[in-house]
């Protein structure tokens, strides 16, 4: 009895201590501006690329891509972000949300539910779990998101539970409003879910493999949808760095197109990308990234080619690393599908070539 007495008194000597450290959180206050001009030479009427894009999206124009600020705070045993944002990348990407909420890039707040930290549940509006690229441009090899990338959440709401056992493992479980969706769509009443595996075998690699589960219809017409991201991130030397990457999703087929008593099948949709990077010095690299992407049923692209879309991509960039918080870039990136998909001048063509830059100023 006395050392069960004497190991309590321990044991909340340290809890009070803990909290006493807690009173005092880390609030950290951080920007970014992706500003940009790109060409695009299959010239669109209305200076919209692709609608499929949701970076970079407007042609032979300046535009802000991404203008963010940020507050994270850290509390030891809490945590909590709020990312308030302008720039094309809002106002194509969150299309479809309420007004209120096409400007919020991140709002949650997270709890640890452990001594040690390694166990924490976060909720409210948070950065996706699924892919290597993020909405911030500098912080990605290339200067335009692939085609696996912008057509995959870039940000998901809903609660997720996060377990770091080791500098080696983190595992991620969460329950989400829907395919990148802030409120879930009117009529949808299941939820979606998701986990991530992200193992660390060595400092040069990292291994990932996330998914997706849930329905993104309303329930007369429900369709699930089961959906793999698998990469790899390799470090071969100092200068040079490779990531693999693979995704595969299958969706339910829609109920109307199900011919009287045959059983309802699957469409299915993959990605396959690799980009290597190159790093000459501290202020000069470049990148280049081949990616193909096939999605026949439409399920995630809707393609102007009856063939569906079956497009191989190729991008080449040069970066400049004007200061430690200002990057430039530009590059060139041709996107070829299988049949005619693209429009220029009225007419559908196969191909679509970009040449682009853009100045990201991220501070501090």
């Known amino acids: 009895m006395k050392k069960l007495i004497i190991t309590i008194a321990i044991s909340f000597s340290a809890f009070c201590a803990t909290a006493q450290e807690t009173n005092k959180p880390l609030i950290n206050i951080s920007g970014h501006a992706d500003i940009y001009y790109g060409f695009d030479f299959n010239r669109p009427f209305s200076n919209e690329r692709p609608d499929f894009l949701f970076n970079h999206t407007r042609h032979n124009e300046v535009n802000l891509n991404l203008g963010l600020v940020q507050a994270d705070i850290d509390g ?15 106002q194509y990407n969150l299309a479809a949300e309420q ?35 993020s909405a911030i441009s500098s912080e990605n090899f290339t200067l335009t998101r692939s085609l696996l990338a912008e057509n995959s959440p870039y940000f998901l709401s809903g609660a997720k539970m996060t377990y770091t056992p080791n500098s080696k493992w983190e595992f991620e479980a969460g329950v989400f409003n829907g395919w990148q969706r802030i409120q879930r769509l009117p009529g949808n009443t299941s939820p979606a879910f998701g986990t991530r595996v992200t193992h660390t075998p060595t400092e040069n690699l990292t291994l990932n493999w996330s998914t ?8 007369e017409d429900k369709r699930m949808r089961y959906f793999n991201n698998l990469y790899a991130e390799i470090q071969l030397s100092q200068k040079v760095a490779l990531i693999l990457g693979f995704d595969y999703g299958i969706q339910q087929e829609a109920l109307e197109s199900v011919q009287a008593g045959a059983s309802r099948g699957f469409e299915h949709w993959y990605t396959p990308i690799g980009i290597l990077r190159l790093d000459f010095n501290e202020n000069w690299g470049m990148a280049f990234r081949g990616e193909y992407y096939q999605d026949q049923n439409g399920v995630i692209i809707e393609a102007n080619s009856p063939d569906g879309f079956r497009a191989t991509g190729y991008s080449v960039n040069l970066d400049r690393k004007i200061s430690q918080n200002i990057l430039f870039r530009i590059e060139a990136r041709q996107l070829q599908n299988s049949t005619p998909n693209f429009l220029q001048d009225g007419q559908l063509v196969q191909g679509n070539f970009l040449l682009i830059g853009s100045l990201a100023i991220t501070l501090p």
């Not at 919020?104 to 909720?123: N, P, Q, S, T």
């Not at 997706?212 to 329930?219: E, H, M, R, W």
């Open 76 to 90: 030891g045993f809490y945590r909590g972000s709020l990312g308030l944002m302008v720039g094309t990348y809002a």
């Open 99 to 133: 007004d209120l909420l096409k400007n919020v890039f991140e709002a949650y707040a997270g709890v640890a539910i452990d001594k040690e930290r390694k166990l924490w549940i976060d909720a409210g509006i948070f950065a996706s779990h699924i892919g290597f690229e």
């Open 212 to 219: 997706f589960i849930g329905n993104d219809f309303p329930q």
